[in-house]
């Protein structure tokens, strides 16, 4: 018994020091200018709210009788859904952008156009 209570003492103390270094990485990551990085902290977050709520949801919808099966069907199909963009919102984070990427110097060198129809 004395070892299941120390695998036990173990395991808090590892989730402990996971959510510390989880704030540790949002306080980072909100202070950095735009970046992917902080898309996808954003995305994962959303997705952790909407866990949450459908979670909250469930408690009062588990006393009614047919409610109960189609809110645990329809909860399970929408999380897994929006969980399963996630790799979608993640792309999209990391796809470079032309604006971006001309702020960001990575095409300071290319040449203007010139538009031939303006007239200075």
Do not use: C
């Not at 735009?34 to 006393?63: D, F, H, N, W, Y």
């Not at 199909?77 to 971006?100: C, G, K, M, T």
Request: neutral net charge.
């Amino acid at each position: 018994m004395n070892a299941a209570f120390h695998f036990l003492e173990v395991l808090v103390i590892t989730m402990g020091a996971l959510i510390a270094l989880t704030l540790v990485l949002i306080v980072i990551v909100a202070h950095l200018p735009a970046s992917p990085l902080r898309q996808v902290l954003a995305a994962v977050a959303k997705r952790i709210g909407a866990t949450a709520v459908v979670s909250l949801l469930a408690a009062p919808l588990e006393a009614i009788p047919g409610v109960d099966t189609v809110y645990d069907v329809a909860g399970l199909v929408f999380l897994a859904l929006y969980w399963l963009s996630i790799v979608r919102a993640i792309a999209q984070a990391f796809r470079p952008d032309e604006a971006a990427a001309r702020a960001g110097g990575l095409l300071a060198h290319a040449p203007a156009r010139e538009d031939p129809q303006r007239t200075s």
